[in-house]
């Protein structure tokens, strides 16, 4: 069964999503032309793609493949042009930023495993690595959850740290 986050969850990464338009503000107002092209393409993909969120899909294919362009060529490339320590500044909230996609991707993918058997339902925990029944209380905060933290370490804060380093310089 696919993994959809319900469409009054998904409405946060659709709310949070708007951090990229801005961010191709901050670039425009600051004369990067490059993250104003990085920054709208994450916004138009990230717009398609948390505007009917799934687990698997064209649009979230489409989505990692361009966040993921992004991100390296701001890491690679635009950093350089930073100012002073922002450089590192960036590469340290990107690890961070990483790390914790992964680690909230291991926390999707274990709570929402079939269960083969019954379990009895408990108060819902972030850090449980067991399934969650599907359709249940815990489960729709699972979504919440999971989606609070994505949204804030991968919409909100590289748009914070990058619109800083971009001021800053």
């Known amino acids: 069964m696919e993994n959809t986050v319900p469409p009054h969850i998904s409405k946060i990464g659709l709310c949070t999503g708007h951090m990229y338009f801005i961010g191709a503000i901050v670039a425009y107002l600051n004369n990067f032309p490059n993250l104003?092209?990085?920054?709208?393409c994450v916004?138009?993909?990230?717009?398609v793609h948390w505007h009917n969120m799934k687990s698997t899909g064209v649009a979230k294919t489409v989505d990692?493949?361009?966040v993921v362009a992004g991100i390296?060529?701001?890491s690679f490339y635009e950093s350089y042009k930073?100012?002073?320590n922002c450089r590192e500044i960036w590469n340290s909230t990107i690890i961070i930023c990483i790390t914790t996609y992964l680690f909230n991707t291991v926390v999707v993918i274990f709570q929402s495993e079939e269960q083969e058997q019954e379990q009895i339902e408990t108060p819902y925990n972030y850090f449980a690595l067991f399934p969650?029944?599907?359709?249940s209380p815990n489960r729709e905060k699972m979504?919440?959850?999971?989606?609070i933290v994505h949204t804030f370490f991968l919409h909100i804060l590289p748009i914070l740290v990058g619109s800083y380093c971009v001021i800053k310089t």
């Open 72 to 74: 390296s060529f701001i």
């Open 64 to 66: 990692m493949i361009t």
């Open 82 to 84: 930073f100012a002073d």
């Open 132 to 135: 969650i029944h599907h359709n």
């Open 143 to 147: 979504h919440f959850y999971t989606t």
């Open 43 to 47: 916004y138009v993909t990230t717009m």
């Open 36 to 40: 104003i092209v990085v920054c709208s």
